[in-house]
C-alpha cells in the first residue's frame, strides 16, 4: 500500500524506522514547494511505547514546547528559542511511541487564518498552489493533506483546525476545552485556546485523541479524565440523533447571484439528506442575527484583548531575540518593534485599546456579554438536539492575491460562525464531504461539552455516508 | 473614535512601534471595529447578562499543594538568554 495513503491502523505492523524515512523523505520533497515546517528532523526518535500510535510518525505544531527542539510560533521574536520543557501533549505522544518528523509552520504566533504571515513564509494549499490552506494550523493541515504524516497536532482558537482541516481535504477535530492540556502551548486567547489533531479519517482522530487527553495538573483548566476509550464506542448506533442546522446562516436566499456559495450550499443540502437516509434527524433552527452578527466581533475583542496580556512576556530580555538600547525599556521596544510583524501589532493595539480601563465596559465586558449568550442560545438547543450541523466554509480557499488580513465591514456569517465551538468549549470535528472545482468542501459537525465520544460517533458515521475519508492530494485523489 | 495620537501612545505602551502608514491602516481598522462594537452593544438584553470568562464552570479545579519543586536549573532558565553574566540576566546599568 502506498505510504502517503496509509491510516494509523495501516501502519500499526510496520517497521517504525522505515515509516520515518518515508515522512522524512517527503517532507524534504515537499518543503520547497508547500513550505510545510519550520523544522525537519532527520534523526529517528522513538520511546517504545505500548500504544496503537506506537512507530507512527506526526508532526507538531511550532508554538508546541519541544525541549532541546526550535519552537518558534513562526515569529521572528522567538525565531532562535529552544525550550526547556516540553508540553504535556507532546510528552504524551512521545510516550506513547508515536514519533515527531517536524515542527509546522502556522500564522505568526497563532493570530491568524491565512497561513500566510510565518516568519519563513507562506504555506501553500496542496490542492491548488495558488490559495491558501488557511490557518493558523496551515502547515499541520498541508502535511497531512499532502500524506507526509498520517496525523498531525495544532491548536484552535477561533477555527484555526477545523478550517485548515477544510480547504485540505481531511479531518479536522479540536475537543471539549479542557480534555487536552495546553500545559506547553503558547498561549493566543488562554479562554478559547485548545489543543487537536488532524488527520485522515474519523476513527484516526479518535486513536490520537485518546492518547493526549486526560488530566494535567499543570493546566488549571484541566478536566477529570472522563476514562472512556473514543475508538472503541465510534461504531454505535446512530438512529434518531438529532441535529440542527442555522437558518440564518445556510439560507441559500441570501446568497442570490453568488455562484460558489450556493454550489457550497446545493452540496451540504444533498449531504444532509443522505444523513437522512442513514437515520439521522436534521432540523434547521433559528438564531437572532444581530448575535449571529455580533460572532466576528466579539471574537475580534476578546482575542486580541488576551492576547495582549499573554504576549507581553516576549521582551526579549530572557529568551527571545535581543533588541538594541540604552536601557531596558528601549531594548524591549526595539525587540518588539523588531519582532513582531504588522499585523500582530495592530491586533495588540487594538487590544491594548480595548483593555483600558475606559473602555472595558463597552469593549471588553460586553465581547464576553454577547459570548455568553450565544452559549446560552446553542446550550438550549443542545438540550433537544445532539449536535449541529453546518458548512464548514461558504467560499473555496482564497487565492494569494484576493486575500486580505484586515478588518472588513462585510459580515461572512458563512466563513465565520466555527468560532461558536470556542466561545462554548464544544467539541468540534470538519469532516470532508466533496468537491468543487477540483477543491474539497467539508461540513462540521459541534456537540455538547464532554461528549466528545458522540461527536466522532456520529463523525464517522458521516464521513462513510460522504465517502471522502483518506484523500491525499496529488494522486489519484486530485479529481 | 481614536486619533492617530492615541495609536501611537497604545503602541508605545504596548513596548513597540509601527511605520506612519501602518498607523494609516490601523486608523480604518478601528473605525470598522468601534461601529462592530457599538452594534454589540444595542443588541437586545445585553445588559442583564454577565460577561462569561471561560466556556463552562470547571468543578474538577482544585488549587494545587503549596510544594516546594524543582522543574528546571538555573542554567536552563538562562539557556535562551542571549547575555548572561555569573548565573544572571545581564541588562545595561542605568544611573540617571
Request: hydrophobic share 35%; glycine share 8%; net charge negative.
Amino acid at each position: 500500500m502506498n505510504y502517503q495513503k496509509m491510516t494509523i491502523m495501516d501502519m500499526s505492523e510496520k517497521d517504525p524506522e522505515k515509516l520515518f524515512k518515508e515522512a522524512n523523505t517527503l517532507a524534504h520533497q515537499y518543503q520547497e514547494e508547500y513550505n510545510s515546517f519550520v523544522t525537519i528532523l532527520d534523526t529517528f526518535d522513538m520511546t517504545d511505547g505500548k500504544t496503537k500510535l506506537r512507530g507512527i510518525p506526526y508532526a507538531l505544531k511550532d508554538n508546541i514546547a519541544t525541549k532541546g527542539i526550535l519552537t518558534t510560533a513562526s515569529s521572528n521574536i522567538l525565531k532562535d528559542y529552544v525550550p526547556v520543557f516540553d508540553a504535556t501533549v507532546y510528552k504524551k505522544l512521545k510516550e506513547s511511541g508515536a514519533v515527531l518528523v517536524g515542527k509546522t509552520v502556522l500564522d505568526e504566533l497563532a493570530m491568524g487564518g491565512t497561513g500566510t504571515t510565518g516568519h519563513t513564509g507562506i504555506v501553500k494549499n496542496p490542492w491548488d498552489k495558488t490559495r491558501q490552506i488557511g490557518g493558523s494550523s496551515a502547515g499541520s493541515a498541508a502535511a497531512v493533506a499532502l500524506g507526509i504524516v498520517p496525523f498531525s497536532i495544532g491548536s484552535d482558537t477561533g477555527d484555526s483546525i477545523r478550517k485548515p482541516a477544510a480547504y485540505g481535504g481531511i479531518v479536522g477535530f479540536k475537543p471539549t476545552y479542557g480534555l487536552v492540556s495546553r500545559y506547553g502551548l503558547f498561549p493566543f486567547a488562554s479562554s478559547l485556546d485548545h489543543v487537536g489533531c488532524f488527520t485522515r479519517s474519523v476513527k484516526d482522530a479518535a486513536i490520537v485523541t485518546d492518547i493526549i487527553k486526560g488530566y494535567d495538573e499543570n493546566d488549571m483548566t484541566s478536566l477529570k479524565d472522563d476514562g472512556k476509550c473514543y475508538e472503541s464506542t465510534i461504531e454505535q448506533d446512530i438512529h434518531g440523533r438529532k441535529l440542527f442546522y442555522i437558518k440564518e446562516i445556510c439560507d441559500k436566499n441570501l446568497y442570490q447571484g453568488k455562484s460558489e456559495i450556493l454550489s457550497v450550499l446545493d452540496s451540504f443540502y444533498d449531504n444532509l439528506k443522505k444523513l437522512e437516509e442513514i437515520g439521522f434527524e436534521i432540523e434547521p433552527v433559528s438564531i437572532d442575527k444581530d448575535l449571529l452578527m455580533a460572532l466576528y466581533p466579539t471574537y475580534m475583542a476578546i482575542t486580541c484583548a488576551e492576547a495582549t496580556s499573554n504576549d507581553s512576556n516576549l521582551t526579549g530580555i530572557s529568551f527571545g531575540i535581543r533588541g538594541e538600547g540604552k536601557n531596558i525599556q528601549e531594548m524591549i521596544m526595539d525587540a518588539r518593534t523588531k519582532g513582531f510583524s504588522e499585523l500582530i501589532k495592530r491586533r495588540f493595539v487594538l487590544g491594548s485599546y480595548i483593555l483600558q480601563r475606559e473602555n472595558q465596559e463597552k469593549l471588553f465586558l460586553n465581547a464576553q456579554r454577547i459570548r455568553h449568550m450565544i452559549v446560552d442560545k446553542i446550550n438550549t438547543l443542545f438540550q433537544e438536539f445532539d449536535g449541529m450541523i453546518m458548512p464548514s466554509f461558504g467560499s473555496l480557499p482564497p487565492k494569494f492575491e484576493d486575500s486580505s488580513d484586515r478588518l472588513s465591514e462585510e459580515y461572512l456569517l458563512l466563513e465565520n460562525h466555527l468560532c461558536i465551538g470556542n466561545f462554548g468549549g464544544f467539541p468540534s470535528i470538519s469532516i470532508p464531504s466533496g468537491f468543487l472545482n477540483n477543491l474539497p468542501l467539508s461540513i462540521n459537525l459541534t456537540g455538547r461539552c464532554k461528549e466528545d465520544d458522540l461527536v466522532l460517533n456520529m463523525a464517522y458515521y458521516m464521513e462513510k455516508t460522504f465517502g471522502y475519508q483518506g484523500i491525499v492530494a496529488g494522486g489519484e485523489d486530485h479529481v | 473614535m481614536a486619533t492617530k495620537e492615541q495609536l501611537k501612545d497604545y503602541a508605545h505602551k504596548m513596548m513597540f512601534d509601527m511605520k506612519e502608514e501602518e498607523y494609516d491602516t490601523l486608523e480604518k481598522e478601528f473605525e470598522i471595529f468601534e461601529k462592530q462594537m457599538d452594534f454589540i452593544g444595542k443588541v437586545k438584553g445585553i445588559e442583564k447578562i454577565v460577561p462569561m470568562t471561560f466556556p463552562y464552570i470547571n468543578e474538577d479545579v482544585k488549587l494545587r499543594d503549596d510544594l516546594v519543586k524543582n522543574t528546571i536549573t538555573t542554567k536552563e532558565a538562562l539557556k535562551n538568554c542571549k547575555v548572561v553574566d555569573r548565573d544572571q540576566v545581564r541588562v545595561p546599568k542605568v544611573v540617571e
